[in-house]
T-cell receptor, first 117, second 115 residues
Framework: AQSVTQPDIHITVSEGASLELRCNYSYGATPYLFWYVQSPGQGLQLLLKYFSGDTLVQGIKGFEAEFKRSQSSFNLRKPSVHWSDAAEYFCAVGPRGLSGTASKLTFGTGTRLQVTL | NAGVTQTPKFQVLKTGQSMTLQCAQDMNHNSMYWYRQDPGMGLRLIYYSASEGTTDKGEVPNGYNVSRLNKREFSLRLESAAPSQTSVYFC??????????????FGPGTRLTVL
């Protein structure tokens, strides 16, 4: 069965500091990997996604993530955090989108990021 | 483009009451989903619809029913609400036409409290 583990429930960083959020997955086939962000009281917004090719992918808001197949990891990074990045971050894994099928995603339990000024 | 919309935003029910959560998308997506989000548990899939006319159970379907009214709309019904169904409910949609990425787009959520 597929699963996603985000080992850090809560992380606090200072504004301007670098950030790395961890994500480990278990998936039987070639995984599609996603990072979503959820601001308080809002829905989930896609930050970035990975299927194949370059293992370092760039997303919105200055985020990037690196896929490491040997470690089954897809960690999210940002060189310099802004106060507006305070939110909850979810990693997800799912299948390729096939016509006529739903792309059911499995989500991690999330990491809440707090940014101190 | 409104994307994915959900109504209502907030709802308080008494145990045993019924209600329907509405979801609509204007992206011409084939697939739609209902999730619930509870603290420390991430998002859990309740039901999904791969395409118009089909629905399937997800991880936590008990106590819920769904209707894929047409390609745009996918509703979630609680027939007899229980306190354990207090949660935030999210609707999502994805292309479902065979595109490579097929990421999901989410609505703003409905916060439901069952007393």
């Amino acid at each position: 069965a597929q699963s996603v583990t985000q080992p850090d429930i809560h992380i606090t960083v200072s504004e301007g500091a670098s950030l790395e959020l961890r994500c480990n997955y278990s998936y039987g086939a070639t995984p599609y990997l996603f990072w979503y962000v959820q601001s308080p009281g809002q829905g989930l917004q896609l930050l970035l996604k990975y299927f194949s090719g370059d293992t370092l992918v760039q997303g919105i808001k200055g985020f990037e993530a690196e896929f490491k197949r040997s470690q089954s990891s897809f960690n999210l990074r940002k060189p310099s955090v802004h106060w507006s990045d305070a939110a909850e971050y979810f990693c997800a894994v799912g299948p390729r989108g096939l016509s006529g099928t739903a792309s059911k995603l499995t989500f991690g339990t999330g990491t809440r990021l707090q940014v101190t000024l | 483009n409104a994307g994915v919309t959900q109504t209502p935003k907030f709802q308080v029910l008494k145990t045993g009451q019924s209600m329907t959560l509405q979801c609509a998308q204007d992206m011409n997506h084939n697939s739609m989903y209902w999730y619930r989000q509870d603290p420390g548990m991430g998002l859990r899939l309740i039901y999904y619809s791969a395409s118009e006319g089909t629905t399937d159970k997800g991880e936590v379907p008990n106590g819920y029913n769904v209707s894929r009214l047409n390609k745009r709309e996918f509703s979630l019904r609680l027939e007899s609400a229980a306190p354990s169904q207090t949660s935030v409910y999210f609707c999502a949609s994805s292309d479902g036409s065979g595109g490579v990425y097929n990421e999901q787009f989410f609505g703003p959520g409905t916060r439901l409290t069952v007393l």
